[in-house]
């Protein structure tokens, strides 16, 4: 069974631009996840979105949106860049969204850089 | 709202001995506790997880963690570590109702050495 993708893995934007990111999750997963990650604030949810449907939020500006497709492919689309932005992105997937079903197998990541 | 803290940002040791990496949790519900591994360049895997029935849970490679509620505690241990066991583990939380927001720790690397 392949893992989850995460595609492009690497991106260089310059502030101001806006960039989405792609999630294929593991085939039959229904949720999927996103996490940034850096340096100074370590591992951050993002949100998570089950059968097209966001269903938790974490702390971060409207900039930072997303969305899950009927195949459960998620993306996630930040606008109007800043520098602070630059981070790796993860996404994770699980086969539902609570208790034994809630065991979340991540992807390598997109490094998003940010100029 | 949960947090987690790992007390170590750094723990070195030698290959052979007993390492303890801690993790302290701060939630007013139940809920779920995790250590995840990222090894170099490479993304996270799920080490082991606690999620109900014995507070010590087991992972393949030799790892344990036992759940405490009245410490609030879920410390990661191995007797004896191995130089293939370089990397940064990070404990997370998530509370039983929005049990995938999980919140994860600042990480601790685990440096082995020979």
């Known amino acids: 069974k392949a893992g989850v993708t995460q595609t492009p893995r690497y991106l260089i934007k310059t502030r101001g631009q806006q960039v989405t990111l792609s999630c294929s999750p593991i085939?039959?997963?229904?949720?999927v996840s996103w996490y940034q990650q850096t340096p100074g604030q370590g591992l951050q949810f993002l949100f998570e979105?089950?059968?097209?449907?966001q269903r938790n939020k974490g702390n971060f500006p409207g900039r930072f949106s997303g969305r899950q497709f009927s195949n459960s492919r998620s993306e996630m689309n930040v606008s109007t860049l800043e520098l602070g932005d630059s981070a790796l992105y993860l996404c994770?997937?699980?086969w539902g969204t609570g208790g034994v079903s809630l065991e979340q197998y991540f992807g390598p990541g997109t490094r998003l850089t940010v100029t | 709202a949960q947090s987690v803290t790992q007390l170590d940002s750094q723990v070195p040791v030698f290959e052979e001995a007993p390492v303890e990496l801690r993790c302290n949790y701060s939630?007013?519900?139940?809920?779920?506790l995790f250590w995840y591994v990222q090894y170099p360049n490479q993304g996270l895997q799920l080490l082991l997880k606690?999620?109900?029935?014995?507070?010590l849970v087991e992972s393949i490679n030799g790892f344990e963690a036992e759940f405490n509620k009245s410490q609030t505690s879920f410390h990661l241990r191995k007797p004896s570590v191995h130089i293939s066991d370089t990397a940064e583990y990070f404990c997370?939380?998530?509370?039983?109702?929005?049990?995938?927001?999980?919140?994860f720790g600042s990480g601790t690397r685990l440096s082995i050495r020979p």
């Open positions: 994770a997937s699980s």
């Open positions: 939630s007013s519900v139940s809920v779920y």
């Open positions: 606690y999620l109900s029935g014995s507070t």
């Open positions: 997370a939380v998530s509370e039983l109702r929005s049990a995938s927001k999980i919140i």
């Open positions: 085939s039959g997963h229904r949720s």
């Open positions: 979105y089950f059968s097209e449907t």
